[in-house]
């Protein structure tokens, strides 16, 4: 839910910065929707390093390495987002951040499971909708 909020902040700035820009910055849509992720991933990646402890808590504890899960999926969602603001990249960044949120969907799935609240179960029904996102504007 907070990563929503986010994403649909970042992309109402985006509008800002397109227009205090005078267009020069941002001017397509598809730029607004793939800056906006940009920073939603990039952001939640560095939380993978900032706080450890909380993100590894989601990924269920029989999995083996999840110390080196937790970095690699921030890594990559840190990486996959900046190359997200380059139209040269954009399309395979997008195909990245696609299969990261497959790959880290057992893990809400385990986490809304062990911990049902509101947050852990929304998760599940806003991921596909962050894959939509990234379609419409990175893919598509």
């Known amino acids: 839910m907070a990563f929503m909020i986010g994403i649909l ?8 910065i397109s227009w205090l820009s005078g267009g020069a910055w941002l001017s397509a849509l598809n730029d607004k929707g793939a ?4 920073m939603m991933f990039v952001l939640v990646g560095i939380s993978h390093f900032a706080k450890a402890g909380k993100i590894e808590a989601m990924i269920p504890p029989h999995w083996p ?13 840190i990486i996959l987002g900046i190359l997200l603001l380059f139209p040269a990249t954009r399309m395979w960044a997008a195909y990245g951040l696609l299969l990261l949120l497959l790959a880290i ?20 029904f806003f991921q596909p909708a962050y894959m939509g996102w990234i379609w419409y504007f990175c893919i598509r």
């Open 105 to 124: 969907f057992p893990a809400n799935i385990y986490v809304a499971g062990s911990k049902p609240n509101l947050y852990n179960i929304s998760r599940l």
């Open 35 to 38: 800056f906006a992720a940009m």
């Open 65 to 77: 390495y999840r110390h080196a899960m937790n970095y690699i999926s921030g890594a990559a969602e």
């Open 9 to 16: 902040s970042f992309f109402g700035i985006s509008f800002l």
